[in-house]
């Protein structure tokens, strides 16, 4: 059985950094992939990164692109999200997920997630201005 949490949520000034955090346990090889989403109240879930973690490439949503990065410990199972410059507009419940399909990593930006097969319970992230 496949399992993700998160961590690493939490208040955060404009301008702030927070790093969340996956953990991936469950069969070996249960996926090639692992992005994060988020949500806000009243808004779509979009995806914002992932990570194929066969070979480490990375993939944004182009907003975020150069304040979010996503890295991966494979030691630990472990993906990360390195949120820096964070604004208003990324409060949301941030979600950690997994799918097995690369096609589904490279298109993560701006994806609502459905091709994706397993999901984390999710972490918030509000950031005050």
């Known amino acids: 059985q496949v399992r993700l949490l998160e961590s690493g949520g939490g208040s955060v000034q404009a301008g702030g950094s927070l790093r969340l955090s996956c953990v991936g346990s469950?069969?070996?090889?249960?996926?090639?992939?692992m992005g994060w989403f988020r949500q806000a109240p009243g808004k779509e879930r979009e995806g914002v990164a992932a990570?194929?973690?066969?070979?480490?490439?990375?993939y944004y949503l182009g907003s975020v692109k150069g304040r979010l990065t996503i890295s991966q410990d494979l030691a630990k199972n472990t993906v990360y999200l390195q949120m820096d410059s964070l604004n208003p507009e990324d409060s949301a419940m941030y979600y950690c997920?997994?799918?097995?399909?690369?096609?589904?990593?490279?298109?993560?930006?701006?994806?609502?997630?459905?091709?994706?097969?397993?999901w984390g319970q999710g972490t918030q992230v509000t950031v005050s201005a």
């Open positions: 990570i194929y973690t066969g070979g480490g490439s990375t």
């Open positions: 997920a997994a799918v097995s399909d690369i096609k589904a990593c490279t298109m993560v930006g701006g994806s609502s997630g459905e091709a994706w097969t397993y």
């Open positions: 469950g069969p070996r090889f249960s996926w090639n992939c």
